[in-house]
């Protein structure tokens, strides 16, 4: 069990960008990474980095905008969002400890979920 905390979400115009983090309360084995959830959608993975930071993966509609990287000493995982567009509109969930294939579903097998920061790209 990890205790997550995100942030760095916020309201952005189209093209803009965004650093979300992730800090967990201990050290992390496996993956981190997000989901989101914009309204009416379904959940669905964005980006993830195993700790060993060898492997990392992006979503179709994040791939070329979206940047993910850690911060190992302290226990840190950042999503950098450039280029935003309306459709990155959404809540934006911290999760851990998953293989990194969860995160090409929807998440719905995880439990641990941060309390999510919101990410807004409108004109």
């Known amino acids: 069990q990890v205790h997550l905390v995100e942030s760095g979400g916020g309201s952005v115009q189209p093209g803009g960008s965004l650093r979300l983090s992730c800090a967990a309360s201990?050290?992390?084995?496996?993956?981190m990474g997000w989901f989101r959830q914009a309204p009416g959608k379904e959940r669905e993975g964005v980006a993830a980095?195993?700790?060993?930071?060898?492997?990392?993966y992006y979503a179709d509609s994040a791939k070329g905008r979206f940047t993910i990287s850690q911060e190992k000493g302290k226990n840190t995982v950042y999503l950098q969002m450039n280029s935003l567009k309306p459709g990155d509109t959404g809540m934006y969930y911290c999760?851990?400890?998953?293989?990194?294939?969860?995160?090409?579903?929807?998440?719905?097998?995880?439990?641990?979920w941060g309390q999510g920061t919101q990410v807004t790209v409108s004109s």
């Open positions: 980095i195993f700790t060993g930071g060898s492997s990392t």
């Open positions: 201990t050290y992390v084995t496996n993956s």
């Open positions: 999760a851990a400890d998953l293989p990194l294939t969860a995160f090409a579903g929807d998440g719905a097998n995880y439990r641990n």
